[in-house]
């Protein structure tokens, strides 16, 4: 059974830094994209970034580059997002999501499994 168990959220202040991390499990992830998202109180889920098992190639959404950024622990099937700089509009639940061919049709994220999300919030 695949799990994505992401952890590492909580309160920070505008300005300061938090790490995600979401242990994958459950199956080889070396042909997969790990992807990141994140979805505000009555918003639509969003995409920050992902990184390829294989080649680590990393994508990021425009609104996080340079401040965000996505590495993994191949040994501990583990994938983290490091928040740096971080802004009061960054508060959401953040998802981890995995996937061998990732897709966006009209507007809408497919990927294979998703984590339950863990809750960051940035005191203005």
């Known amino acids: 059974q695949v799990q994505l168990v992401e952890s590492g959220g909580g309160l920070v202040q505008a300005g300061g830094s938090l790490r995600l991390s979401c242990a994958a499990s459950g199956r080889t992830f070396s042909t997969y994209v790990m992807g990141w998202f994140f979805q505000a109180p009555g918003k639509e889920r969003e995409f920050v970034g992902s990184i390829s098992w294989g080649d680590s190639i990393t994508t990021y959404a425009d609104s996080v580059k340079g401040r965000f950024t996505i590495s993994k622990d191949y040994a501990k099937n583990t994938v983290y997002l490091q928040m740096n700089s971080l802004k009061f509009e960054d508060t959401a639940v953040y998802y981890c999501?995995?996937?061998?061919?990732?897709?966006?049709?009209?507007?809408?994220?497919?990927?294979?499994?998703w984590g339950q999300g863990t809750q960051v919030t940035v005191s203005s």
């Open positions: 999501a995995a996937s061998k061919r990732p897709r966006r049709i009209d507007g809408s994220w497919y990927w294979d499994y």
